[in-house]
């Protein structure tokens, strides 16, 4: 007769995902920089959502078979999409939004009801909202843009949307910057679309130029003064050196975690209207 | 002028999710029944790892090409199989264990320091565990094993490495019944292997009569005695009709629950120790 032992104390159960999860991801490679894991998986589970945004690294060799893989996953309800995949992706949406197509490139996309994959781009939209939530402006202002590559390309399609009386970019890519004012100039917007660099009410750091090498600074320091707002849309290292010395010159400034949380809402709403089929012509018209 | 506002208060950032983290998922289809993401997640954290295991749902139909994709995700460090895919994965193996090989079949994969996918079936070692765990003995005994399926075959494999006398199996498809037994006769091991039903110290239900229908009982009353030990693979219900009428005769119960959580340790060991390229020659001989 053996000596018979009582059952062992249940293990601890997580009180964050289980077998009826929804996944959302974010794709891109690398991708341990990213935040949006840390920061959308809050916002999802407030709104009472059982849901987790995880993080997936994938290469770009492995990008045309992975891809259109993972978005038959049954329970993938959303992507965030961040470099370098934003423009690569674009194939594989059943529908893009009219920034995604104006800019040629999506960073969020989300399963409708009825098993379409939606695409958007929220780049701009978060820049122009860290802008306009510090209660500044933008219809009727000069913007001097600096970049023309992937998010200075969202930021000018949206700032169109907001009516500068001036959209000047720079970018030393002389051939990107003619191909982005071409593309803007198509749109018709009632708005003065400049190539180069001058005086602005409004300045946008859309370079990478004080992220990797965080001494760098995107324009001379006698550029900055009070009366001038400064968006760094680089988010490491905060402050960037180009919002250290705006603030010392007395300017408004806007970092680029600004820009981030301030589309996490947004992104969060597109993922929930397009998932319960809820998304309005407003957002995909025609 | 304007009339400027402060930046917002920063957004919540998650305390279990971020760039950095190291995915695991299951893969079955249905999926939200899976236990898991809530027990292995808090499993894996407990080691220190910013890790979660995630529900991944595939349909049996797109696993051809969703499976071999998924494991180049690069951030995808292993996986637990369920229904309907412990036998369909295995040609995605670059290496399995001795019971995967012996069974057919794997539960659970880790990619290994070298990028190897190495796999092992641990259906067999929770069900020993969880017995042995109550202080019985299985060496010299006599089982009856109920079912020759996915679970039955892995349970009957593990069996053969704990030298019961004598391991006695039952299942109403009697051409899968021959075919687990012609199995488990090749592999030699000292114990004496029978199809059929009849007396035993050691009762194990890995049928799944009791799950579907949970009036059912798959053993007469009769059957059940204080001298028995009576464990029932099935989760839900807890317990089953089987297990409350071997209590009510005085077995000692064993539960599905049990099975499950003495797993854990077990895979959280494999996934860590394939990971960091520690696993042995005792575990992949050959």
Redesign the interface.
């Known amino acids: 007769?053996?000596?018979?032992?009582?059952?062992?104390p249940?293990?601890?159960?997580?009180d964050?995902?289980?077998?009826?999860?929804r996944?959302f991801g974010?794709v891109g490679?690398p991708?341990?920089?990213?935040?949006?894991?840390?920061?959308i998986?809050?916002?999802l589970q407030a709104r009472g959502l059982n849901a987790?945004?995880?993080?997936?690294?994938?290469?770009p060799a492995?990008l045309p078979?992975?891809f259109p893989?993972?978005l038959?996953?049954?329970?993938l309800d959303g992507l965030v999409i961040t470099v370098p995949h934003k423009a690569a992706i674009m194939p594989w949406l059943d529908r893009a939004g009219p920034r995604a197509i104006a800019a040629g490139a999506a960073s969020v996309l989300a399963r409708s009801a009825d098993g379409q994959w939606l695409g958007e781009l929220f780049d701009g939209t978060g820049c122009c909202a860290s802008i306009e939530?510090?209660?500044?402006?933008i219809a009727g202002s000069t913007v001097q843009l600096l970049g023309a590559g992937g998010a200075g390309s969202a930021i000018a399609v949206e700032m169109l949307a907001r009516a500068p009386a001036t959209l000047r970019i720079h970018d030393p890519d002389t051939d990107r910057l003619e191909t982005l004012t071409a593309r803007l100039e198509k749109l018709n917007a009632p708005v003065k679309i400049e190539a180069g660099f001058g005086p602005a009410d409004i300045l946008v750091n859309a370079s990478p130029v004080g992220m990797q090498a965080p001494d760098d600074c995107p324009v001379p320091a006698s550029y900055l003064k009070p009366?001038l707002?400064v968006m760094d849309c680089v988010i490491e290292p905060d402050p960037t050196r180009l919002l250290r010395l705006a603030r010392e010159a007395g300017s408004?400034t806007?970092?680029g975690?600004?820009m981030f949380?301030?589309q996490?809402d947004a992104v969060c709403d597109f993922f929930t209207h397009v998932n319960e089929g809820k998304i309005g012509d407003v957002i995909f018209p025609g």
Do not use: K, Y
């Open positions: 007769m053996n000596a018979h032992l009582p059952p062992p249940r293990r601890p159960s997580s964050f995902v289980n077998g009826t999860t996944l974010i490679h991708i341990s920089q990213a935040r949006s894991p840390e920061a998986t809050p916002a987790l945004l995880v993080p997936i690294d994938i290469a492995d078979e992975l893989a993972l038959r996953i049954g329970n939530n510090r209660g500044v402006g009366d707002v408004l806007i970092g975690w600004e949380d301030s996490i």
